[in-house]
């Protein structure tokens, strides 16, 4: 089934090759380059899910997913944290932040779309226990 995705990411190679890839998969994707902007639109439309690359001019994504997790609205949508920042901790920091999955860069053109949909539910199943 086709997802809206909002993509907050600030380097257009990726942004291009990610959208790319998402939309050849019948996707829809909205795109923010930082991370105010995208919570702006976050707050604004319904998203299945957030792409939230790490590596963002000003505010970082770390602190971007907290924003996006301290809005009730927002807590049931998923955070997919991209970054290519190669540091042990990165995805300890990330699930902390927030989000649910970690995906790094360079993305995998093959298993690209599928790492995503991986969290697609994943605040929609197996919470109420
Ligand atoms: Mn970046």
Redesign the pocket.
């Known amino acids: 089934m086709s997802a809206t995705i909002l993509l907050i990411?600030?380097?257009e190679q990726?942004r291009y090759l990610t959208t790319f890839l998402l939309e050849h998969s019948g996707h829809r994707v909205i795109h923010a380059a930082d991370g105010p902007t995208g919570i702006d639109l976050a707050s604004r439309e319904r998203y299945d899910m957030i792409l939230l690359?790490i590596?963002?001019p000003g505010m970082s994504g770390y602190d971007v997913a907290r924003v996006l997790r301290s809005r009730p609205a927002l807590a049931h949508v998923p955070i997919v944290a991209v970054t290519?920042y190669a540091m042990v901790g990165d995805r300890e920091t990330a699930i902390l932040a927030g989000c649910d999955g970690y995906l790094e860069k360079p993305i995998d053109p093959e298993t690209f779309v599928a790492d995503v949909m991986r969290h697609r539910h994943a605040r929609s199943a197996g919470e109420a226990t």
Do not use: A, P
């Open positions: 990411e600030d380097n990726n690359d590596q963002l290519s």
